[in-house]
């Protein structure tokens, strides 16, 4: 049976956008409506060096290093969006009480698994990625996502122009799988 050139060629020849996508986020669904920027984070496999009399050989090595998911979102006037990271993460470093901690894992459980026995500090997220026609094309899907970084506001009664607050969050997260629309890995 000969192989047909064409069979390894690319089929759908459309490119993904930029500005393709929805987020959600089940502990912060007003930060995920407000998203405007987002990312799929980079995976770096670390390496081990064979050591070699003549020179050291670079192998695989067995770690994956899941780079950290930024998100930026547009601000609303009453903070609604900005507070439910800023709670969350108030509620993980309870700089205050521990009472901080205990009311958040107090809260509904976040993440797919509810009878799991981790501590109620997690939340599942998704980013859908829309294709040229703004139809789901495919998902990524974040497990055990957590805030590590909120970033600041800053007013200024100089500027010239009205440039609305934007957020950048960052999370950390157990792992991610890019899944097509039923679920099935890429």
């Not at 993904?16 to 007003?30: E, I, M």
């Not at 109620?120 to 957590?146: C, H, P, R, W």
């Not at 950390?172 to 097509?180: N, Q, S």
Request: aromatic letters at 16%; glycine letters at 4%; a negative charge.
């Amino acid at each position: 049976m000969t192989k047909n050139i064409y069979d390894n060629q690319i089929q759908n020849r459309n490119f993904l956008s930029p500005t393709g996508f929805k987020f959600s986020l089940v502990r912060a669904p007003k930060v995920a409506f407000f998203t405007n920027v987002a990312n799929i984070p980079g995976v770096n496999l670390g390496i081990a060096n064979q050591p070699s009399y003549l020179k050291d050989i670079d192998i695989p090595g067995d770690k994956l290093v899941f780079d950290e998911f930024r998100l930026t979102f547009l601000v609303d006037e009453n903070l609604e969006n900005y507070m439910e990271i800023q709670n969350w993460m108030r509620g993980l470093g309870y700089p205050e009480s521990l009472k901080e901690i205990y009311d958040l894992q107090n809260e509904p459980k976040f993440i797919d698994n509810k009878n799991s026995p981790m501590m109620n500090i997690y939340s599942d997220g998704t980013l859908q990625v829309l294709n040229s026609s703004y139809n789901a094309q495919f998902k990524v899907t974040f497990e055990d996502m957590f805030p590590t970084f909120l970033s600041g506001l800053s007013f200024d009664a100089t500027d010239q122009s009205i440039e609305y607050f934007t957020a950048e969050v960052v999370f950390r997260y157990t792992i991610y799988y890019i899944t097509d629309n039923t679920g099935n890995r890429l």
